[in-house]
T-cell receptor, first 112, second 114 residues
Framework: ETGVTQTPRHLVMGMTNKKSLKCEQHLGHNAMYWYKQSAKKPLELMFVYSLEERVENNSVPSRFSPECPNSSHLFLHLHTLQPEDSALYLC???????????FGPGTRLTVL | KNQVEQSPQSLIILEGKNCTLQCNYTVSPFSNLRWYKQDTGRGPVSLTIMTFSENTKSNGRYTATLDADTKQSSLHITASQLSDSASYICVVIPLYNQGGKLIFGQGTELSVKP
């Protein structure tokens, strides 16, 4: 295991639902990331948090809302999603000053 | 066009055989190039890390090569095992890297059959 956990591992939701994805890292890192992974496409960076402040929002629709209450936890709040948002959502963390990101196992999201 | 292109998109080989995966990139200048392995239902895990000045790096049966002149990297897997079945992702880290951004390839899906 990489020291980064994500819950839930699988999520099925309707377009009108509100749900949240959770990421937790036990590595003492101070930067955290949300990625979207769709089939046969490169990982897409969604959000970057450094020292609990959002430093990047990569043109992500407002129906995705991140939250980083502390350096160990990262949430992705989901609201009014579309079927094309179905994908694997990966969380990663990094210690600033290094390049290596450690990934969680991901949440497989299906939007009906 | 993606800055990191991988080929083939998918590959099926028999257990015990060798294979080579390719990665072409345009990211320049870059700090280092990595190969990640992503098992089904898991997040990517780093296999090899090469700086721009390194030509080769091994990790067990995995050997990565880098040609900075042609901007190509390859990952060679020797004596494949069923557990090698996974997606292999080439990742380039730009030299001037704000926020620790990684540039990902789309991955090669490897399937090792008995």
């Amino acid at each position: 295991e990489t020291g980064v956990t994500q819950t839930p591992r699988h999520l099925v939701m309707g377009m009108t639902n509100k749900k949240s994805l959770k990421c937790e890292q036990h590595l003492g890192h101070n930067a955290m990331y949300w990625y979207k992974q769709s089939a046969k496409k490169p990982l897409e960076l969604m959000f970057v948090y450094s020292l609990e402040e959002r430093v990047e929002n990569n043109s992500v629709p407002s129906r995705f809302s991140p939250e980083c209450p502390n350096s160990s936890h990262l949430f992705l709040h989901l609201h009014t999603l579309q079927p094309e948002d179905s994908a694997l959502y990966l969380c990663a963390s990094r210690r600033q000053g290094t390049d290596t990101q450690y990934f969680g196992p991901g949440t497989r999201l299906t939007v009906l | 066009k993606n800055q990191v292109e991988q080929s083939p998109q998918s590959l099926i080989i028999l257990e015990g055989k060798n294979c080579t995966l390719q990665c072409n990139y345009t990211v320049s200048p870059f700090s280092n190039l990595r190969w990640y392995k992503q098992d089904t239902g898991r997040g990517p895990v780093s296999l090899t890390i090469m700086t721009f000045s390194e030509n080769t790096k091994s990790n067990g049966r995995y050997t990565a090569t880098l040609d900075a002149d042609t901007k190509q990297s390859s990952l060679h897997i020797t004596a494949s095992q069923l557990s090698d079945s996974a997606s292999y992702i080439c990742v380039v880290i730009p030299l001037y890297n704000q926020g620790g951004k990684l540039i990902f390839g789309q991955g090669t899906e490897l399937s090792v059959k008995p």
